[in-house]
């Protein structure tokens, strides 16, 4: 079999295994676990194979004519180059892990065969972005995606939590689609072709007439679908979906489909230099906003979902410096790490019966509940913090490095502001980010209190998926060495200045953040805060979206916890209350869009109800009226027609005779 025969399979197996799980989900539910499972592995494995045979060497390209168009021509292609090769082999890793988890995590649950179906569909689409050829292609998964996540998201359709985030993911991503269409037929337009090698020979000659009205389209999507400042509020809120499906999005697929175009079609970001800035501010904006949101946090997954967001502006910075290879690398090891965050969550969740760190933080003992999510949680917070040697240390320590060479004028790839604006925030972004995870372990294992609930062990499916993610999330990083050879040959060795600051920092972030949990855990027996959802038979969804939906009544707010013994409370002072609820961004945008659009619909509903009704009653209403003053003349008397009849001779006669007669 050929490697594109291969590459086509990679993503059609999740799509037909997707439209199998549909229709046998009632008739043969028997299947639907195998069918959402061995598809999405068969292509784990196909990917690789793919991979192998790719070897880091020259392209892989091949297209069809898909439809005659008359114009710019739509063609099914494939380019598979070694970035493409690698994530699509971290998507196949990280859908089949959901699979397989999800088998154990919603076990009772009714909707389980269109879960897995929309899964599959879900990784099916983002393969199609990874491997696609050709624009318009990428733009049919990059839109499946999105529909994929909006029912995904609402999956706990009883809870309005998961209702309202459902709705919100799906119209902020569209809002930055809209530019992100207009900036893909402009790039056609140009180029004569939606085909990404022709485009980039566009670009290469010179020939994008406009590149920074395109780049900044462009971004305006990439800014939606990857959860950058200003369009990434959406992130928070889609926690109230399952977790597995946090760990899909946030990790491998939606999120990462933002950074992974910029990396593709970065020549064509690089021709304007000042939409290399503007994407440096978004990534540093990003950065920071993120970090000190997380530390504010109570829910455990938006610690997590704020985490990610900061992790892609570190990859956003990356492609700011014109370097790809270090996003890439970042994106490559966050996956691993990122994913593995999500599921041993779910775990936590469900053994504590609560998604509340402050809850958490007064049960004793959790972490001998669940030793499997204690230890490799600890393992991935690590990476996150990038603590040598685990992997974020070494794909962090490539983004900050390339920083250091722009700012520095080491290189010329990228306008030396964007370097400084990198460098900068990525240093300030390393404290923080040590800060919320040592500050995320100590509440949720270093508790003290009543003894933890006893949910009973979770399924093996949910624990050894667990320990397979623990590895590369501690080992990948060593590819620190081979790795160019796939990308664009630059080196992604560890700078020794950057690695020395961003290491120590980190150090201090961790250390204050535990001076300050020591200074602040004997306040916690004084306010007890009780449990928020525990059903110990019912299996983990269950409990998760109960505890989703009590955390609100109890604490007054989705995000927030009135807990004086939170660490995060005392390092950011008077900042807590504002970072708590994402520095009020959701209600600026209130004010800016939704009321206005709100005060749009109304008139339009006035206008329609009490205008364009008023013209459609009256168009009727007129008929009806010479309809009743005719039905009244009807009065079936003979003599009254005889009389009217004379009376009109009559009136003829005489206007006859008047117009003969000139008068």
Known sequence: MTTTTLAVLVPLLPFLGAVAGLLLGRTAPGFVRPLAVLPTLASLVLAVLVAVHQGGGRAIDTHTELTPTGSVPIELGLHIDGFAALVAVLVGVVATCVQIYSTGYLRDDPRYPSYAALVSLFTSAMLLVVYSGDLMVLLVGWEVMGICSYFLVGHYWETPEARAASLK???????????????????????????????????????LHHPTVVALLLLSGVAGKSALFPLHTWLPDAMAGPTPVSALIHAATMVAAGIYFVARLLPVFQASAAAMVVLAVMAGVTMVGSGLAALAQDDIKRVLAYSTIGQLGYMAGALAVGDRGAAVFHLLAHGAFKALLFLAAGVIIHASGTNSLAVMSRMKDLRTRVPDAYWTMTVALLALAAIPPFSGFFSKEAVLGAAEHVATGHTEQAPGASGWIVLVTGLVTAVLTAAYATRLWLLAFRGHGTEAPDHGRQPITMTAVLWGLAIPSLAFGLAFGPLPDWFDGRDLTPVLTTSVLGTGLALVGGIVTYGAWRHTTALAAGVPMGAVAAHPGADAGQVEAEAIAGHAPAFGGVAYAPDPADPGRLLLGPLHRHAAVGFHLDAVYTVLFVRPVQAGASLVRFLDREVVETYVRGAGALPRWLGTAVRRAQTGNVQTYVSALLAGTVVLVVAALLVATGA
Do not use: H
Not at 171 to 177: A, E, I, N
Not at 182 to 205: E, H, K, M, N, P
């Open 169 to 207: 993911a799906f119209l902020v991503t569209k809002l930055g689609d809209v530019p992100f269409l207009i900036g893909l037929f402009a790039l056609a337009t140009d180029s004569g072709s939606f085909q990404i090698t022709t485009v980039l020979g566009t670009v290469a000659s010179g020939g």
